[in-house]
């Protein structure tokens, strides 16, 4: 099985991720690069997992500079004056996960082909180097300065009242204070950082985020930002309290960031579509890792996903909820309330859904069997990149494989609750009978 996901190592402390898995990574690292960046977040299993990966990065001869709890953003940024950049997060996981994501000095993840040398090199059996000739390590100090500098000479300053919830999570260390750079009155939640996370789970999703709402409510403030726990997502909460969906931000950012194409996952909104009117939209997987991928490889104007990762290439490819969060403040005290923008946005039913599977039916080959049974005569485009995705004049249909659980996802958009309901339905039987099938 496959060390890395969507986006790098990840799993649970001591289970999964493990000092031994993050010594060999070092070591295998090490072969390939000579200077190195490393940076964690706030889990109480960082340090240790940092210090097992800088002993293995030690032991093959490299240059480290540590920058310490910093935004994985923050990691991209500083990445640039190096060969590459390790983060030790679990991003938006619960604080038993830990894991590693890498960097290239562009702020682009590593490459499918990066990460499959990567992991061949970590089950080799790789001897260190001399006593002579083993690395050093130094600390750096001023890789937030450098990031918030670089943030604020990419935006004006506004005086607009935020409410920003750090979740206790390394947005604490960098977001207020770029904001009040800006000349924004902040007001501060979970913004000491805490590994265990109390406050509330690190992913920015509308159950964790009742307290900002009320806050956002309670102080009158334009505004409520949330991150997650390496802060490379960002979520809004507009000032009527509503958080803001991934499919409205990004259909809002749209319309400020997009001139001639846009970088985004198949199951996105059609709102989406009519915001960047008339723009080249280029689908890729769902995963962050693949929007800046193609945002890089189309030169895209932005890149985005609904989950909350944003990416800005004129800033980096790396996903910058930092950033993010500034560009928020300068668009709507330029453009208006945040809550008129989401509700001029065009609305569209959509549903989700899913058929559960049993563990011994074949996903590959069920996906192959879907493909050839889904009726395409009426559709408009198609892609297969990630599932079937079938897209029609009125609305469009997702069959995708959970990478998870044993089961399919089936996800549905459509102009009137008619269309959406006969859309689904037929995804729905097309699923069922295959299931069926590879059953027998």
């Known amino acids: 099985m496959s060390l890395f996901g969507s986006s790098g190592i990840r799993g649970i402390v001591n289970e999964a991720v493990t000092p031994e898995l993050a010594l060999r990574a070092g070591k295998a690292l090490g072969v390939e690069y000579r200077s190195i960046v490393v940076g964690r977040d706030p889990r109480t299993s960082g340090q240790m997992i940092e210090d097992a990966l800088v002993s ?105 009242k935020v409410v920003v919830d750090c979740g206790c999570g390394a947005a604490s260390t960098i977001t207020p204070y770029v904001l009040r750079e800006m000349g924004c009155s902040v007001i501060t939640l979970n913004a000491q950082p805490d590994g265990f996370f109390p406050a509330r789970n690190p992913e920015p999703v509308d159950e964790n985020l009742s307290e900002l709402k009320k806050a956002v409510m309670a102080s009158g403030a334009d505004l409520g930002i949330a991150h997650d726990g390496d802060a490379d997502r960002m979520m809004a909460v507009d000032d009527e309290g ?74 980096s490819y790396c996903p910058d909820g930092i950033y993010a969060a500034a560009r928020l403040v300068e668009l709507v005290c330029k453009n208006g309330k945040l809550s008129d923008a989401i509700d001029a946005l065009p609305k569209y039913p959509i549903r989700r859904g899913g058929i559960k599977l049993s563990h011994d039916i074949d996903k590959a080959h069920l996906m192959e069997l879907i493909k050839k049974e889904m009726d395409v005569s009426r559709a408009v485009d198609v892609n297969t990149l990630d599932g079937l995705r079938v897209g029609y004049e009125d609305g469009w249909v997702l069959v995708r494989p959970s990478g998870t659980e044993p089961k399919v996802r089936i996800t549905a958009e459509a102009e009137d609750e008619e269309t959406l309901g006969r859309l689904y339905s037929e995804a729905e039987a097309v699923v069922k009978r295959c299931v069926t099938r590879c059953g027998q």
């Open 56 to 160: 293995g990065l030690l032991a093959m001869g490299a240059r480290v500079a540590r920058v310490g709890v910093v935004s994985t953003p923050t990691l991209a940024y500083a990445a640039r004056e190096y060969d590459c950049g390790v983060m030790v997060t679990a991003s938006h996981n619960p604080p038993e996960y830990n894991g590693l994501k890498f960097w290239n000095p562009d702020g682009m993840a590593f490459s499918l082909e990066q990460q499959n040398s990567l992991e061949r090199s970590i089950y080799e059996d790789i001897k260190g180097v001399s006593w002579r000739d083993v690395g050093s390590e130094m600390p750096r100090y001023d890789a937030i300065q450098n990031h918030i500098d670089a943030i604020l000479r990419s935006v004006e300053h506004y005086p607009l």
């Open 242 to 315: 509503r958080l803001v969906t991934g499919d409205e931000l990004l259909a809002y950012f749209c319309q400020h960031e997009v001139k001639y194409s846009l970088a985004c996952p198949v199951d996105v909104s059609m709102m989406v579509e009519k915001a960047v009117n008339g723009a080249r939209i280029y689908r890729t997987r769902i995963g962050d890792a693949f929007v800046s991928e193609e945002v890089r490889r189309a030169g895209a104007d932005f890149g985005g996903e609904t989950s909350g990762t944003w990416i800005f290439p004129r800033m």
